[in-house]
């Protein structure tokens, strides 16, 4: 028998296909190739994974291609197995995100095996493309790998969002297409929450030994940070082209993980930011909770590391064969990376600046020589400033305090892992001391006596000193400048809490870059009223202009452990149409919902230690394609779907971009209250006392719906779907 590889026509002769003139291939002892397999013809073997086959499937008469997954013989007689395997249908489609490759179907082939139906993707797995730079000699581009992986940490994020665990992320199982864009694959060992799955449980050993995090290694309990960990591997390996840790033996390689620092990133790649580096080895963190709290926080950071790297570095990253495609990323930064254009050459480290993470100064220049030295003292504060936003970045979403890389103590900025051998213990650890947390790096030497004296007061807060030259150096500023930072000034005299809130407030608006102060504003200066003025609100958005990451003021009455989610709704609702006028609901997503309708926000959440209320809208005037454009265009102006979200820190307003809003379902207000979708699951028989359930609302596809579940993964206790018909 033969077999045609491209429509799966199956002949008993050799010959070429009839159909297209394809030369018909032999099945030879593959019996399953020019068969059908649901409506599918199976054409040819993709690849062979360790649990079974893949294979392109071909629709006989539409000609549409798919992908099947095919449990192999040996692994479909093991029950544990079987779940693994549709445990990826299940943990797809509770997700379903557009950066995770899509299951349309799974079943059981006669002989009973299962098999999986998905999507058919064109392109070439992130494994490719590293062989194939380290082959040529030819590194990634640093800015087209952060916009892939900032695809990926967003396609995570709604995964941990919904409890889901990946736990096998590696280069092989992330697909990118001709356009540059991520596609996240292989769900088949992700953990749903289930803590008493024999396939999950501590002392296994799942996943890809050189991506494995610390606690996987050792067989301990995993949580979404393993994800976190695994995405530091890869940027770590797609930036330098080696991986981290290399051994012969899995037990050493293994002991690594769990032991031993990381090199510094930037001795393999010296043309990395140090930002950039800060932020892989934060995520290469031995203890999971001095890794980023959440995969937005990572993003966050990430892109604030990035944003001003130059133009050459942001051409995407594209398999080698790839045909060009019409949909692809612009050879530029995101317009919302908080910055554009080229690097600036680094000026001289001011002196006297103590341990903090430098970043880039934006587009600052230097003056006249009369204003020089307040130029300096710009380019110092935001020195202190950058520390403050990554910072607040790697903090945000978990408020958990950990370590960070430090400055070589020989000055030549290599970094180390955190809570690594080698961290110079003299140096206080940044991230917690932004927070106020009075940790150092030895944590026994800090000469505090336990009374809490005012004398101790640096030793408790050793941001204290910087924070407080931080304010000297705002009120040397020209009065322009000193508005744009004024939201950095008091610091050092807030408790820890109130200025770690703070600092996510300010790493959620984002840090505009200074420009250089002109004579006329340093003469007004000198004789200017410098007394410290409280944070200005957010400027209103400019017709026309697209919205920027900012903390907006909550409804009246907020009260995040009993919020009115069905009154908070319109309000979301008439807040995005005031900065987006034309702005259309698209989905709804609550969790920690009890039967009155109220959420506590405080409830901890699969993705995090709080829940949340998510709106997303979309503004259907800036997702239109420009008619000056001729078809087939790149399109490169995907700024049209934001999200308004609620947690217990307030509120806030945030872009999504790289979303092609022509994709998405806009929905009405909703009819239903969500007391009256839980009275619809409780006259289906959900549980009614003591018990919280995640309520999203979005399109079907026809039309408006509401999933409800309590519980996720294999711990649902209850799961439906309702028309919004109340």
Request: proline share 11%; hydrophobic share 40%.
């Amino acid at each position: 028998m033969f077999v045609c590889a491209e429509c799966g026509l199956a002949l008993p002769v050799q010959g070429h296909c009839p159909a297209d003139g394809t030369p018909l291939s032999p099945v030879g002892e593959d019996l399953l190739l020019g068969t059908t397999i649901g409506a599918y013809r199976v054409a040819r073997l993709l690849g062979i994974g360790g649990m079974g086959r893949v294979y392109k499937g071909v629709h006989p008469t539409i000609g549409s291609r798919v992908a099947i997954k095919v449990l192999s013989r040996e692994c479909s007689d093991r029950r544990d197995l079987v779940d693994r395997f549709f445990a990826e249908a299940k943990a797809v489609n509770l997700i379903r995100h557009e950066s995770i490759v899509n299951v349309l179907d799974l079943a059981m082939l006669p002989d009973g095996r299962p098999y999986i139906i998905m999507e058919y993707l064109d392109g070439a797995p992130l494994a490719a493309l590293i062989e194939h730079a380290v082959a040529q000699r030819t590194p990634l581009p640093l800015g087209g790998l952060a916009r892939l992986a900032a695809e990926v940490l967003d396609a995570l994020g709604a995964a941990h969002a919904k409890g889901i665990v990946h736990r096998d992320l590696k280069p092989d199982n992330v697909f990118v297409a001709p356009s540059g864009r991520p596609k996240v694959l292989d769900f088949g060992i992700a953990k749903l929450s289930d803590v008493n799955n024999a396939s999950t449980r501590t002392g296994s050993l799942l996943g890809t030994p050189h991506y494995m995090s610390p606690e996987q290694a050792a067989g301990r309990a995993v949580d979404h940070r393993a994800d976190i960990y695994a995405m530091g591997v890869i940027l770590f390996e797609c930036a330098t082209g080696s991986k981290p840790f290399l051994a012969e033996a899995l037990f050493d390689l293994l002991r690594m993980h769990v032991e031993a620092p990381p090199p510094p990133p930037r001795a393999l790649r010296p043309d990395m930011p140090p930002e950039l580096e800060h932020v892989i080895l934060t995520a290469l963190a031995k203890p999971p909770d001095q890794r980023f709290a959440t995969a937005m926080a990572m993003s966050l950071a990430l892109q604030h590391a990035t944003a001003q790297l130059p133009p050459e570095q942001w051409q995407p990253l594209t398999p080698p064969t790839a045909r060009p495609s019409g949909a692809g990323w612009a050879p530029t930064p995101p317009s919302s990376w908080s910055g554009q254009g080229s690097r600036p050459p680094p000026p001289p480290q001011p002196p006297h600046l103590g341990n903090v993470s430098t970043v880039s100064a934006g587009q600052i220049t230097r003056g006249p020589k009369r204003s020089s030295r307040k130029t300096w003292i710009a380019l110092a504060a935001i020195a202190l400033v950058g520390g403050a936003i990554t910072a607040a970045a790697v903090l945000a979403g978990g408020g958990s305090s950990g370590g960070v890389a430090a400055k070589d103590p020989g000055g030549a900025g290599s970094a180390v892992a955190p809570g690594s051998a080698a961290a110079p213990k003299d140096k206080a650890d940044v991230w917690s001391a932004a927070a106020g947390s009075g940790s150092s790096s030895d944590g026994d030497d800090d000469g505090d006596d336990g009374d809490g004296s005012a004398a101790d007061k640096h030793t408790e807060d050793p941001m204290a000193d910087q924070l407080e030259k931080l304010d000297d150096m705002i009120k040397a500023l020209p009065p322009e400048q000193q508005k744009r930072l004024a939201g950095y000034r008091g610091l050092s005299k807030l408790p820890p809490k109130e200025r770690l809130k703070r600092l996510r407030a300010l790493a959620a608006q984002g840090m505009a870059g200074l420009e250089a102060p002109d004579p006329a504003a340093i003469a007004r200066d000198a004789t200017g009223d410098t007394a410290e003025q409280p944070p200005p609100p957010p400027p209103p958005v400019a017709p026309g202009a697209w919205i920027s990451n900012e903390t907006i003021d909550p409804p009246p009455g907020f009260d995040p452990e009993h919020l009115d989610v069905t009154a908070f709704i319109p309000w979301a609702i008439d807040r995005a149409r005031k900065a987006i006028p034309d702005a259309q609901l698209i989905r709804i997503d609550t969790n920690g919902v009890s039967p009155d309708g109220r959420a506590n926000l405080k409830l901890a959440s699969h993705a995090s230690e709080h829940g949340s209320i998510d709106l997303r809208f979309i503004s259907p005037s800036r997702g239109k394609r420009d008619p000056k454009q001729p078809l087939g265009v790149a399109r490169h102006d995907f700024n049209c779907e934001f999200r308004i979200m609620a947690t217990p820190e307030g509120v806030e307003m945030m872009p999504i971009n790289f979303a092609d809003c022509s994709k998405e379902r806009v929905v009405p207000v909703p009819r239903c209250s969500f007391s009256g979708v839980w009275k619809k699951a409780i006259a289906r028989k959900a549980p009614a006392q003591h018990v919280v359930g995640n309520v999203d609302y979005r399109s079907n596809g026809s039309k408006p719906v509401w999933y409800f579940d309590i519980g996720s993964g294999f711990d649902v206790a209850f799961s439906q779907m309702f028309s919004d018909d109340c």
